[in-house]
């Protein structure tokens, strides 16, 4: 019974940190070897989902004929590379996912602006420089370049501009400033773009060299000096945000399929609050049920039982904020069915000392072999629930579906969880329990 206080000692360690874990938005730790300084500072607070939070949902295929074939791996590159995008640009807590043979679908929790970010996703990022020699055309203007060669049937008159390289040669990207402190977006090129720039910009001293976009020309700097060294800067009418974006674009590569949004569907907050303040009562309605069942039929067991379930809340909800799990309504659903899983291990615990105890063994003999004759059923029942749970992962990875994804998700941090606070926490609270009211009257105490 002495072994019980070190284990008590713990358990209420792992719950005051997790209370505090619970209660704050911003985890702060002091550094013990310098005052004043933060040992840990990170951001716990709970993430909700699209369904709660309210946001942007985007639904993207490629742009092509439906009789034209998609690649798998294109998908799935494109959808790397707009996660990307839309993670440089600040919108975090995205979730971009393959749903079916051709479409993309892109959520936005919190994200109320339906242009800036779908305008980011669809653009193909190829960026060419052009010869435009000592006559740029203005600045926005749509060109026509040689590069993959030109349309054949063009309008009589129209320029043709020769591209001298393309952004497959940039190695990286960044904003910076110029000398008057405006934003530039500054880059540098591997040895075969090195070659080329400098080749052009040592016999062009005096001609325009343009940076074009998607076939809109961004800007025509005049080359004035040779650029020999393979890095250079990209100068225009950018604010930080735009110098941010034409970046991002650039430095995670041109789209390999062209994309076009099919659906942008803004879901409102409101309808999101409303759904998880229903979801809370409907789940503390079913806790408190359920506390009463444990703490009539099951007597001393069950009032530990109710405090190790408690407990099991508090570190689950420590552990989500901890990791960053989205909480979803299906991601709800999953917690409180691992919570019902926690307490039928208890159930069969309980029970199995129950039977113990009928056949005439002492409370210390049946608590023991209650427990180790309960592990089998209570092992092979959490495999089966974790192998399950990886199948629907798999689903939902594969066919879009963020609600299973959800779900199997918290199941199974829950299903973790819920075992640890069954076989430790409630055999640690109902042994110190039985020592401090020394039970005599079984058929009284544990519903016999």
Known sequence: MSNHYPRLFLVLLLLALA???????????PNPFKPGELLIERNVAPLLGLDLRGGLQVVIEPDLPE??????????VSRTIIENRTNALGVSENLIQLAGERRIVAEFPGLTDTSSVPETIQQTGLLEWVDFGTAPPPEGTIIVTDYGGAPSDL????????????????????????????????????????????????????????????KRVISAPRVSVPITDGNAIIEGNFDVETANALAVQLRYGALPIPLRIVETRLIGPTLGEDSLQKSLVAGLIGLIIVILFMALYYRLPGIAADLSILIYAALAFAV?????????????????????????????IFERIKEELRNGLTLTYAVEKGWRRAWSSIRDSNIATLITCAI??????????????????????????????????????LGVLLEWFKIKNFARWFGI
């Open 19 to 29: 209370i505090w874990i619970d209660t704050v938005n911003i985890l702060r730790v």
């Open 67 to 76: 009789d034209v074939p998609v690649d798998k791996e294109q998908l799935e």
């Open 155 to 214: 309008p009589e008159g129209t320029t043709v501009y020769h591209t001298i390289m393309t952004g497959a040669m940039m190695e990286t990207v960044g904003v910076s400033t110029n000398q008057l402190n405006q934003p530039v977006v500054a880059f540098s090129l591997n040895p075969e773009g090195t070659q080329i720039f400098a080749d052009y910009t040592r016999n062009n001293i005096g001609s325009h060299l343009g940076i074009v976009l998607d």
């Open 320 to 348: 989500f904020k901890l990791i960053h799990v989205t909480l979803t309504l299906p991601g709800i659903a999953g917690f409180l069915l691992s919570t019902g899983a926690a307490l039928d291990a208890n159930i069969l």
């Open 392 to 429: 629907l992962y798999w689903f939902g990875s594969t066919f879009g579906a963020t609600i299973v994804k959800g779900f199997s998700v918290t199941l199974a941090l829950g299903m973790f969880i819920s075992l640890f606070t069954a076989l430790f926490v409630t055999r640690t609270l």
